[in-house]
């Protein structure tokens, strides 16, 4: 399973939407859209693609502007904010219509963004999410950010960047084993400094979102660390489940990756 070979579609403005065969035949049901973060591609969901296809579940993932197969319309990804990849995923709804948004990490905290403000988003599954405002960034990150001025500077100034090798595993990769690793850093790109900043300053989601949610928590997880899912949780009244021994890279860990795709299963299917 080490390629990501499902159908591809082009959308406007050059997004590239990643689509399985039940979601090719279209027969009704909503299709389940995946929604990946930062330095990423919709290649981080492709076990959880391969079990979808497995379990006849349509179901896509978007490369948002600038990533995987999608290119960046407004030029650089540097400076290409929240708002620009909320609207990439608004677009991918114009697609496939009503849907489960399954996000990961800084792509959680959108699939919430896009539940806000569009009534086409049925239930949301936010997995290691990047925090909203009002909650504190993990104080590892902060020491890694301090301690790297090119991370600073990067999103001061709205430039693309790259977390350096160690800083990926550390922070990101911590409970993998060597060979998801090496699938990590072979995914792993830039990331936008806007939309970095955009999360620093804060992304405001108003107390009670709705429609209902499951937030993922890992409790080995160094960027977004189990306390903040929790909050994130309990602020909006939405469901919790915390993955023992896992870390930020949920989708790629063996072992980890499958009981958070059941958990998922579980909670679109409950009460449909």
């Keep these: 399973m080490t390629d990501f070979n499902f159908r591809k579609t082009i959308l406007s403005n050059g997004i590239c939407l990643h689509k399985n065969s039940y979601a090719l035949k279209n027969n009704n049901n909503h299709i389940w859209g995946f929604v990946h973060g930062m330095g990423c591609s919709s290649t981080i969901f492709k076990y959880w ?86 909650m504190l960034l993990s104080g590892k990150v902060m020491i890694r950010m301090l301690t790297n001025p090119k991370y600073l500077i990067s999103i001061q100034r709205q430039f693309a960047f790259r977390l350096n090798d160690k800083d990926i595993l550390d922070l990101m990769g911590n409970c993998l084993n060597q060979i998801d690793q090496e699938e990590m850093f072979s995914q792993f790109g830039y990331i936008s400094g806007k939309s970095a900043g955009d999360i620093l300053k804060g992304i405001k989601i108003k107390k009670g979102l709705q429609p209902n949610g499951l937030i993922i928590g890992a409790d080995q997880d160094q960027i977004t660390p189990s306390k903040i899912q929790r909050q994130i949780a309990k602020k909006h009244g939405l469901q919790y489940v915390e993955l023992e021994g896992a870390c930020h890279m949920v989708p790629l860990q063996e072992g980890v990756r499958d009981v958070a795709f059941n958990h998922i299963v579980k909670f679109i299917r409950e009460d449909r």
């Excluded at 677009?91 to 806000?116: F, K, N």
């Design 49 to 134: 693609f391969a079990w979808a296809e497995e379990m006849k579940i349509p179901v896509c993932a978007i490369d948002l502007r600038g990533h995987g197969q999608s290119t960046c319309k407004n030029g650089d990804l540097g400076k290409t904010g929240i708002e620009d990849y909320v609207s990439d995923v608004q677009l991918m709804l114009d697609e496939i219509g009503p849907t489960y948004l399954i996000g990961h990490s800084q792509g959680a905290l959108i699939s919430r963004l896009v539940a806000e403000r569009d009534s086409r988003v049925i239930k949301t599954v936010s997995v290691t999410s990047a925090q909203e405002a009002g």
